[in-house]
């Protein structure tokens, strides 16, 4: 029998030393994060800390002044305020993205819709929907190719009680299959659902564990 131990397969999300400054305002000083396929990440830190600035360096929305992102994989980005076309139905809009990731069918999307609880406004159009709907339609499309790295900023925006109960479900069975999620969360009480808090402070990122706090940590 072979010997050798196989290679650890690469990170899912890797960024070092990222850099970004609006104007003469300095917002990522050098911010560095690991993410490993099946790790759930939560970004932490204060008010105007970075941390969306942060997640659209990392999903390639927003140009960086410095440094260098590695993604291994498809990615998704659930920005903080919906992408959405207010004219057409929340139908159209998965027969849009399904198409845009060439998808062949769409199981996925259907499945997101039934577990998030909004298929009775299948026909209806985006600026006919409540803010918490919108926000279910915004990270279904997120979802929709089911992408290896997830990038979700505040994704439960609006939502009742239940649905983000479904919303954790829902993370649960992403990360048992192996996909890394990070999720910007201002919540204290859900910081023990997560593997690895990163503490945005001065534009630098600090790993702890959750379950260990204070202790530094790779994700
Ligand atoms: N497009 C922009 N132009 C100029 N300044 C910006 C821009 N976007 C963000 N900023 C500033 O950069 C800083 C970081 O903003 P960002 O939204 O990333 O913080 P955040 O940690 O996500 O905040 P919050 O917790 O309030 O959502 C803030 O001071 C913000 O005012």
Known sequence: MPTGSTPAPPP???????????????VLRGADLTVARGRLVAVVGENGAGKSTLLK?????????RGRIILSGTLGYCPQDPVLNGSLTVAQHLRHFAAAHRLSDLDRGHELVHLLGYERYDQTVVDELSGGTRQKLNLTLALLHDPDVLLLDEPYQGFDWETYLRFWNLVEDLRARDKAVVVITHLVFEQDRFDVLADLVDGR???RTAAEGGRHASA
Not at 12 to 26: E, V
Not at 57 to 65: E, H, I
Request: charged share 20%; hydrophobic share 40%; proline share 4%.
């Open 12 to 26: 899912a999300l890797q960024a070092r030393d990222l850099h970004k400054s609006y104007g003469r305002h300095h």
């Open 57 to 65: 360096a990392l999903a390639g929305t927003l140009p960086v002044d």
């Open 205 to 207: 990122l600090s790993l």
